[in-house]
Structures are given as structure tokens and as C-alpha cells.
């Protein structure tokens, strides 16, 4: 069968096994094995992992802290039985789990760690490797221009800022919070797994919603068949959401002739890596504002509509939500700034509320756009006309006065909590910690 095959798509680097410890016999990956390619997006992670004396209720397979699969540890593994054979459980201890690299950068590091049942949570294993960048589409068409922030830092302001320039368009950002490209780069990253790209080959109950997503086939048994599926048509695939995000945007009122189409997105996403790969124009904003301004606006947005948002648990601790929310999310942004190449464009909320014209001005020559003096006005006078009515977003009685509100707003101890935990990121962007 001609033309099925690739080659290298994913390539682990180092597999490093944390070996035996006071809670487990050990454990090893047996697959993907170091330095040898994997022909396909999805990748499947096999090994085995035994417990001294408490139980394991799964294995996490994370990249960042964050779980992209948790599998049972229940394959039979004969070889490990007969190495601890006075171990209890032994001839069962292998797991294995399916991932789709597309969740991950280009270059990434994976932690795979046992849980117990008692919540203990014990790292096993490090894969370090790259994966394959997908392909991109012609340059000539509508490219993203990516707000990359969190919650109640200015963000619809600004994406209303950018589409009221005439080379860039958004979906009445005023409206609702379009996501159009993150949901077809999510449809990418889903059906890129093992799981969903063997689903048709050894269906489950088909009357089952979703099945496709979840179908826990195993192998194919032609080699060939399961690399394009793993490969060319992840690939294909890639190019089809492209062409339907680009196909809203050219049906979009508006729309016609624009450069960029601007969305936002999350500091801990990795779809603004995707898309940087499928479209070679593609161009990052990072939009920070004081993180204790941004705190003070959090906890009265959320006191205003009566229920808990960004990230915050129902009747969730300050401190807490500084220490385990805002800070990962800052962290994030900041290594995102601090990138050798393709850093993006650092945008702060003051600088836009107190003098925009010159915020703006400075923004449209680093995105190549149109930033004549004419231009920057008209744009700035859109905005105004668009956000006029939005009184309802808000939470001070105008954009200036949510500037410098942690002054009064924020309990001292909660302050300084935020110059604690946030000081080296605040003297990072720019900003002050007293």
C-alpha cells in the first residue's frame, strides 16, 4: 500500500524511571522507548508500576500539572509476576494509556506519576521529547491574532480595540466571547488520539454518545493503515478545521479583506502553539493588568452576578485562590513573554484606559498594520461607540477608577499575600509590589 507511511512524528528523547521507593516495588515505561520515532500524533504509554502495601488506584499521565489521562494499572504482566513473586498483585501491575500529542507543544515534558488510594500521589517516570509541527496553510489567508490573558484584565476591551481596526475582525466581542478557533483546534487535538482514530475499526455500542471519542480499541493489525491514520489524516484533518475557521470568518459581516481575526485565549492553553504552526502568520498579544486591580474586579464581578467564575471555587479562599490560581496562570504568561523567538506583544490595561492612542499605535507597527494617526483615532472612536452600553461588565463607575482599587479594595493581608506570592511577576510585567 504506497504513500501510507511516516515517519518521526513523535521522538521521545529521555525516559527517566524514578525506580523503588518506601511505597512501591518500582515501576518502568516500556513504550514509547527513547529515541525511537512514533509515526503517528497519538501515542500510546505502556508499563507497569507495583505497590508495597497500599493500593494503586490509577496512573496520571500529566504535562504541566495538568492530567491528560488517568488509567487503571490492571494488564496482566507475566514477566513482573515472576520477578516479585511473593508480591501480591504483581501479575497484574501494567497500564496503559493513550494520549494525543497535540496536547502538547513542540517540544515537551510528560510526568507520569501512581496515585493510591489513600490520595497519595508518587512520581514514576519523566518522558522528555518533540513532536512533529503540523502543517501550515497559505499565508494570504486570515491569520489569528491571539489575546493571550485571564479573567477581568481588560480582555474584551482590547479584542474591541483590535476589531475596530479595518484590517481585523471579531464576533461582537461585546456579545459573546467568541472561541471559534479553540473549538476546531480542540475537534484536532481530540480525534489526533489512538482512541478516537481506531474507533471505527472495533466500534463499542454504537448507540453510545461519543463513541467516537472514546472507543478503547486497541490495535489495528495493519501497520501501514494505522500510521496515515495516526499521521496524514491527523494531518488532513488539521487542514479541514483550519479551512472551517477560515470559512466563519470569510462569512462574517465585515470580514472582508481582513489580515487577523482576534480571539481570546488561556496562559495555560496550548492552542496558540497549534496555531501558530497551522497558520504562518499567526501573532500573540499578552494583556496583563495589576494583578491586585485584576483580584479586586474578580471578587466584585463575581459578588455582582451572584456566582463564582475564573477559576474561583464557591466560597473559595482569597490567599488560596492567589496562591493556586493566579499565580500558575501568571507564571505561565510571564514564560510565554520571556520566549527567544515569536515572543509576543506585551500589552498592559492602564496603558490602554489612561492613553490609548499611543498603546495602540505602538501595537498596530509591531502587527504590521495600518498605524497612522487617522487610523488610531477611528479606531479608538469605534471602540468607545461599541462599549458605550456596557455597563454591565464593569465594576467601577469607569475604566480609570478600576486602576490602583486594590489601594482601597483589597484586606491588607490579602495584598499582602498578592506581593508575597506575586512580587517577582509584578516587577516582571512592569508593575510595582510595595
Not at 504483581?90 to 496515585?115: D, H, N, Q
Not at 475596530?164 to 480542540?186: C, G, L, M
Not at 486594590?406 to 511577576?425: F, K, M, S, T
Amino acid at each position: 500500500m504506497a504513500n501510507l507511511t511516516a515517519s518521526g512524528v513523535v521522538t521521545i528523547e529521555e525516559v527517566a524511571a524514578n525506580g523503588a521507593s518506601d511505597y512501591v516495588h518500582g515501576g518502568n515505561v516500556d513504550a514509547p522507548r527513547q529515541g525511537v520515532p512514533v509515526d503517528a500524533y497519538g501515542m500510546t504509554i505502556e508499563g507497569w508500576a507495583l505497590s508495597r502495601q497500599i493500593p494503586i488506584e490509577h496512573v496520571e499521565v500529566l504535562y504541566e500539572e495538568r492530567p491528560l489521562a488517568a488509567v487503571p494499572v490492571d494488564r496482566e504482566r507475566p514477566d513482573i509476576a515472576a520477578g516479585f513473586p511473593e508480591v501480591e498483585g504483581a501479575s497484574k501491575s501494567g497500564f496503559v494509556a493513550t494520549i494525543s500529542a497535540l496536547r502538547l507543544p513542540e517540544r515537551f515534558e510528560l510526568v507520569l506519576r501512581t496515585k493510591l488510594v489513600d490520595g497519595t500521589r508518587l512520581p514514576l517516570a519523566t518522558l522528555r521529547g518533540r513532536r512533529r509541527r503540523l502543517p501550515a496553510g497559505p499565508e494570504e489567508e486570515i491569520q489569528p491574532l491571539m489575546v493571550n490573558t485571564i479573567g477581568r484584565s481588560g480582555s474584551t476591551l482590547l479584542v474591541t480595540l483590535l476589531s475596530s481596526h479595518p484590517d481585523v475582525v471579531a464576533f461582537s466581542p461585546f456579545i459573546k466571547d467568541a472561541r471559534v478557533s479553540t473549538y476546531w483546534a480542540n475537534v484536532i487535538q481530540d480525534l489526533a488520539a489512538p482512541a478516537s482514530y481506531l474507533a471505527p475499526f472495533d466500534p463499542p455500542d454504537l448507540e453510545r454518545p461519543h463513541w467516537w471519542l472514546d472507543s478503547g480499541a486497541g490495535e489495528l493489525g495493519e501497520d501501514e493503515v494505522e500510521r496515515w491514520l495516526g499521521s496524514a489524516s491527523v494531518e488532513l484533518l488539521a487542514g479541514h478545521c483550519r479551512a472551517q475557521i477560515e470559512a466563519f470568518y470569510a462569512n462574517l459581516a465585515g470580514a472582508e479583506g481582513a489580515r487577523y481575526f482576534v480571539e481570546k485565549y488561556l496562559p495555560y492553553q496550548v492552542i496558540p502553539d497549534l496555531l501558530s504552526e497551522m497558520y504562518p502568520g499567526a501573532r500573540e498579544v499578552i494583556l496583563v493588568r495589576d494583578f491586585r486591580d485584576m483580584l479586586c474586579s474578580v471578587i466584585a464581578f463575581n459578588r455582582k452576578r451572584g456566582w463564582s467564575d475564573f477559576g474561583y471555587t464557591e466560597g473559595g479562599d482569597d490567599a488560596e485562590y492567589v496562591r493556586s490560581v493566579m499565580r500558575p496562570s501568571l507564571t505561565a504568561l510571564a514564560q510565554r513573554l520571556r520566549r527567544d523567538s515569536g515572543a509576543p506583544s506585551l500589552v498592559r490595561y492602564e496603558e490602554l484606559v489612561l492613553d490609548p492612542e499611543p498603546a495602540l499605535t505602538a501595537l498596530f507597527e509591531q502587527l504590521g498594520l495600518a498605524s497612522g494617526e487617522e487610523v488610531v483615532a477611528e479606531t479608538v472612536r469605534l471602540a468607545q461607540e461599541g462599549t458605550a452600553s456596557m455597563d454591565h461588565h464593569r465594576t467601577t463607575s469607569d475604566p480609570a477608577a478600576s486602576i490602583g482599587r486594590w489601594h482601597e479594595d483589597l484586606p491588607g493581608e490579602i495584598a499582602a499575600v498578592c506581593n508575597e506570592e506575586l512580587g517577582p511577576l509584578l516587577a516582571e510585567f512592569g508593575y510595582e509590589a510595595s
